[in-house]
């Protein structure tokens, strides 16, 4: 065990470099006005369009924020995080900001929500890509718990921004969302390293690996057994979190309590969150990977058979709450960083293809989650998503576990040699 390793929370702060605190500041700014996902099905519905009609724009945004991941990794591969995030980030500003004015026209909707969620989305593997390289290797899990405090700050105030947006005009949520997403294009621009995303093609001793097409990495990837194992554990999580966030209201007013006890599971979700997720990661860094993925899942799957008994009392939706968001906090951060640990020539597709899984599994969560509470009730999910969870952690026992280094083979002896 390194001394790094045991480095607390503000060393760790002040030996953060420069353009990572400028990478984080920049996602938190986006963050705070990032309204789209959150509050279109409200905007639409308070303008007059039907519910059915916003759900479907709803679907849109998450179609092109699946695609949106992909296109992020290949940007990003071929001309650098910087410029990237520059790019996507300077087209969703207008994007975003137009949907007022195109509400009323639903084709024209739906075409600028589904590149709007494409181009928002596009941005998160370059700055995964630019956190792994600018991070010192020994902090590179900590900068990855950094990156998760700082979109978790963003969406704890963004709704409170909302509400006085709200009170206002309505379209000040997008115009706001707008100009926030232009603002981080600015500050990419200007304070973001300059770097190239075929720059490792000229790097001494490359090889041809390095200089990889796409095809050639992914079928890599395909056949990489413990990195697909990973994605797997990665897709039930995210189907459950997500999943569990759309049922949990549903399931505490059925259960009787008023609306206010989901208000007070999601503050203290967030408080414990940002308050404890750093200190944390300083303990689970000296632990292997494979490990923190099984502990963390483990703990969330108990806060979710927790909820199971919600309908018995409140305390079990508080215990429950502070088990799951224990787990997240556990494995969240070494579960993030593990594809920003490959090599430089493929890293930025590995984030890629993680992020594309994870937005596909965020949009089928919700879904089958309410279809699994409309049909067999509380109980049922929350056992269904405690499952998922322990399956998740098992496979990360095999997908982050560093494989073996095989033992040299000795050369032959060459003829004439001996004496």
Known sequence: MTGSARTGVFAVLRATPAPVRYLLAGMLVNQLGAFVQ?????Y??????????????LAAYSVGAIFGAMLGGELTHR??????????????????????????????????????????QAYRPAAAVLLAECMPEEHKVMGFSMMRIALNIGAAVAPLL???????NWDLLF??????????????????PRQSGARHRTEPGAGPARAAGARVVYGTMLRDTRFLCYLVAGVFGMMVYAGSVAVLPLDIVSAGYPVGLYSTVLVISSVVLITCELKITTYIVRIPKYVAGLAGNLVSGLGFTLYGLIAQHPFFVLAGALFAVSGLMIHGPSTAAHPATFPVAVRSRYIATKETLSGLAATIGPVLGLFVFSRAGGPVFWGCCALLSVAAGSMHIYGLRTPPVPAP????????ERS
């Open 38 to 42: 959150t509050f279109l099905v409200l």
């Open 44 to 57: 639409l519905t308070f303008r007059g369009s039907s519910p059915g009609f916003a759900g479907v724009c």
């Open 79 to 120: 001309f650098g995080g910087r410029t990237t995030i520059v790019a996507v980030m300077t087209c969703a500003a207008p994007l975003v900001a137009s949907i007022p004015l195109v509400r009323g026209v639903p084709a024209a909707l739906l075409a600028v929500v589904a590149l709007a969620g494409l181009a928002i």
């Open 162 to 168: 909302a509400a006085l947006l709200i009170l206002v």
């Open 175 to 192: 115009w706001l969302d707008g100009a926030t997403a232009a603002l981080w294009a600015l500050l990419a621009f200007a304070l973001l």
């Open 409 to 416: 083979v000795p050369e032959p002896e060459a003829v004439g």
